[in-house]
């Protein structure tokens, strides 16, 4: 089925800045929407998120060119390529960018052709997304990772670590997963409201509140799951996104946790890191050390690697060459997945491929600035990876994908499979 037409637009995401969607038409009429997210916190080896820099239109954070790139150069290269045939589709436009990186057009003007041409193929088969993209073969519902309080560049630092996430290692079904994460998050909103500690919601739906130290949000975190019913550790867990290069001064090589003003060497901070993962009912971190400092991934990985899934996302940005190299220096156990750090829907398929065939978790994840879109529901069970995290469980671009998944639930019907924690044993030795 060939493109006939591409049109891109500039529209908004959840943070209200700019941001791409594309619309491809086919030749038998039937169109596909792409639309981008855009992340705040982002890591140095991320494809390029094309903006106008003009401070006088948007501060600077317009995507006309972004959009012109689309409606040009790219539109000319895939207009009467087959929509069928994703791979020849992102390949002309990661040629005809001819940058390591996507910088001359844009990973934003790209996926957003990406991911309508895949939307496109689907519509023209007539089959859900995830059925288009997985062949038929993906049916693996996702195990949630979702935010309860937010951190870091999500919410102006009030404290040091970007998520604290829940994870309903107890659930029997990806239902009961949301009816976990609901019982915590509410009994966290109760202690805020009760404590006056509760200033809002920071970027990705989770609560904002404030602290004195970062320890006093893990116990706050532990009272909601037991306030909510559930035993810590057991029916619900927790999850960390430390978002580690943030904290990070490459020239100093320290770390420094601005709310309560320490600074510790990369060995002390890895010791940090694996002293919450022993005192706390974590199951899964990720950046738990910045993108250049592998000595401290390593030991790590070393010490709590056998109990704790170890994510990959600043260090390995949905990257081939640096998840290889990862796998080879067993860095990690885990990666983050997000369409926007690679640039194209297939390039990110192949990232998960590759994440599997290592005998590692892949899990797909949203950005700060989402949209309304919920392909990344389709993409999780399209390729039977496992997990999502899209934030909270609060604000509508957050809720549609947790919705998205109910509904492919219901699609599936009793092909549905869901293993929950269980997959964990996958990498815990």
């Not at 978002?243 to 060497?265: C, V």
């Not at 950046?287 to 000595?295: G, N």
């Not at 060459?321 to 390039?347: F, H, M, P």
Request: proline share 3%.
């Amino acid at each position: 089925m060939k493109i006939q037409s591409v049109d891109a637009y500039q529209i908004y995401d959840s943070r209200g800045m700019p941001t791409v969607e594309v619309e491809v038409t086919l030749e038998n009429g039937v169109k596909g929407c792409g639309l981008v997210p855009s992340g705040a916190s982002t890591g140095q080896f991320e494809a390029l998120e094309l903006r106008d820099g003009d401070k006088s239109k948007f501060r600077g954070k317009s995507v006309f060119q972004a959009v012109a790139n689309v409606n040009g150069e790219i539109s000319d290269a895939v207009v009467g390529l087959d929509a069928y045939d994703q791979r020849a589709v992102d390949q002309a436009m990661i040629n005809l960018d001819g940058t390591p990186n996507k910088s001359r057009l844009g990973a934003n003007a790209i996926l957003g052709v990406s991911m309508a041409v895949a939307n496109a193929a689907a519509n023209a088969k007539g089959v859900p997304l995830y059925e288009s993209l997985g062949g038929g073969e993906g049916n693996l519902l996702p195990l949630p990772e979702i935010q309860i309080i937010g951190g870091g560049a999500h919410a102006n630092w009030r404290t040091d670590v970007q998520d604290f996430l829940v994870i309903a290692t107890g659930a029997k079904d990806y239902a009961e997963t949301l009816e976990i994460t609901f019982n915590v998050y509410h009994a966290a909103g109760d202690i805020f409201r009760e404590r006056n500690k509760y200033y809002g919601l920071a970027d990705e739906g989770g609560y904002w509140p404030e602290f004195e130290t970062n320890e006093e949000v893990f116990d706050t975190f532990v009272e909601a799951i037991k306030r909510a019913g559930y035993t810590p550790g057991k029916e619900a867990s927790i999850s960390l996104d430390i978002a580690a290069s943030d904290l990070y001064d490459e020239e100093t090589q320290t770390y420094k946790f601005r709310l309560e003003d320490r600074s510790f060497t990369r060995e002390e901070f890895a010791d940090l890191m694996i002293e919450w993962c022993e005192k706390y009912p974590i199951i899964s971190v990720e950046d738990p050390a910045a993108d250049t400092d592998w000595e401290s991934w390593d030991k790590i990985m070393k010490s709590v690697g056998h109990k704790v899934q170890i994510i990959g996302d600043d260090l390995f940005t949905t990257n081939p060459t640096r998840i290889q190299e990862g796998i080879e220096r067993g860095a990690a156990n885990s990666v983050l997945i997000k369409l926007n750090q690679i640039g194209s829907v297939t390039e990110t398929i192949d990232a998960i491929r590759m994440t599997q065939e290592a005998g590692w978790l892949p899990v797909v994840s949203a950005r700060s600035g989402e949209t309304e879109d919920a392909f990344i529901c389709h993409l999780s069970v399209a390729t039977n990876a496992g997990q999502l995290k899209v934030g909270s469980f609060a604000r509508s671009e957050r809720m549609v994908k947790w919705n998205e998944c109910l509904r492919i639930e219901r699609t599936l019907g009793e092909k549905a499979e869901f293993v929950g924690a269980e997959l964990y044993q996958k990498i815990f030795k």
